[in-house]
């Protein structure tokens, strides 16, 4: 029987990584009835960087301390031949030193890896921050990788352009769902019929997703910005579920998890038509990418968005009809099924 080792990132509190570290080895299980072994890191903050998801220099020291019980578990004659690893970030320099490891001893690992965000897309905090040297970099974790995953189309095509992937090399690029699937029943518990006339603004306070523009709404909108409140998890999900509608207005984005949960809790999705937006929600639930392709924009076009965000407050019964059929288009997004099925060679 093969053999999976998870290398999960750190557990956040205020992060998906903190559900993703119990829930992707029991997803795993459910969808396999394999049990698999999680490779785990020495972590000395919950902090983050401010405005990213991680903390930049404690992610490092995880990954390596990662890194060094991986090794000590081979060593010791723990980690079979032909072992699949899956690394649930694929930004992980941890995969080029295992690549080596397995190509110098002989080993017939898979290495498996989900894609989040990088350097190759110029909107992340990566791509605008970090020298081309990076692209050279993602490029050999593409390559030292069998496959890596994209929850999105959008988040692939981007990837594949912005690494200059050739068409004969794009085999390694699977649009598979992710680990998510697990929200279904955790935000069971928190959806309300109990609705307030909220617009949630649940995004991080980054230029790219554009908080001037709720900052504005909220002059007219009950908007709640939950980066301007400390929430615990369950005390999010409780405010998300009492929420009518859940609105965005990112340039970019691969996914969008918040904007997932809340429709999940019964929030109406409003979201511009761009990005992975266009290819996750119905066309009910999207307004017309140039309404908010920046601030001047949005301030030219601010009529239209605040009339599509109070015709569906006024008339949110008419619009949730629809969401059971919206939710169940996210679970192709959120079903890990496929990624599974790779990481086994079963995809027949």
């Known amino acids: ?27 795993f299980n459910l969808h396999t009835g394999k049990d698999a072994i999680t490779v785990v890191g020495k972590q000395r903050s919950q902090s983050t960087t401010k405005g990213a998801f991680l903390d930049f220099a404690d992610t490092n020291y995880w990954k390596s301390t990662q890194l060094a019980e991986f090794t000590n578990m081979m060593q010791k004659g723990n980690v079979p031949d032909d072992a699949v690893l899956l690394f649930t970030d694929f930004w ?30 110029p909107s992340d905090i990566l791509g605008y921050k970090m020298g081309s040297w990076s692209h050279d970099f993602e490029r050999s974790l593409y390559f030292a990788s069998d496959k890596t995953y994209f929850a999105t189309e959008f988040h692939r095509k981007v990837f594949i352009a912005g690494l200059d992937i050739k068409q004969e090399q794009e085999g390694r690029a699977v649009v598979a769902g992710q680990p998510y699937k ?3 029943t955790t935000l069971a518990e928190f959806d309300s019929t109990d609705k307030t006339d909220t617009v949630m603004w649940p995004h991080r ?31 999010y999900y409780a405010k998300l579920a009492k929420s009518k509608i859940v609105f965005s ?16 809790v019964g929030c109406l999705p409003i979201a511009p038509d761009r990005a992975a937006y266009s290819e996750i929600y119905m066309p009910e639930f999207l307004y017309p990418a140039h309404w908010t392709e ?25 619009y949730a009809e629809l969401l059971p059929e919206q939710v169940e288009r996210i679970q192709n997004f959120i079903d890990p099924t496929l990624m599974f099925q790779h990481m086994l060679g079963d995809t027949s």
């Open 1 to 27: 029987m093969t053999q999976v080792f998870i290398f999960a990132l750190e557990p956040l509190d205020s992060r998906y990584t903190k559900q993703w570290y119990d829930e992707v080895p029991r997803q």
């Open 92 to 121: 992980n320099p941890t995969i080029i030193q295992v690549a080596y490891m397995r190509d110098l001893l002989g080993k017939k690992w898979k290495i498996h890896s989900i894609a989040h965000a990088g350097a190759y897309d």
């Open 182 to 184: 697990y929200l279904n």
């Open 205 to 235: 306070y980054n230029d790219d997703k554009q908080p001037e523009i709720a900052e504005d709404l909220s002059r007219v909108f009950s908007v709640f910005i939950t980066q301007k409140h400390q929430l615990k998890k369950n005390e």
């Open 249 to 264: 207005c990112s340039l970019h984005e691969n996914l969008g998890m918040s904007m997932i949960e809340g429709t999940l």
């Open 294 to 318: 920046s601030l001047e924009a949005y301030q030219k076009y601010a009529p239209y968005v605040r009339g599509f965000i109070d015709r569906r407050l006024q008339e949110y019964d008419k």
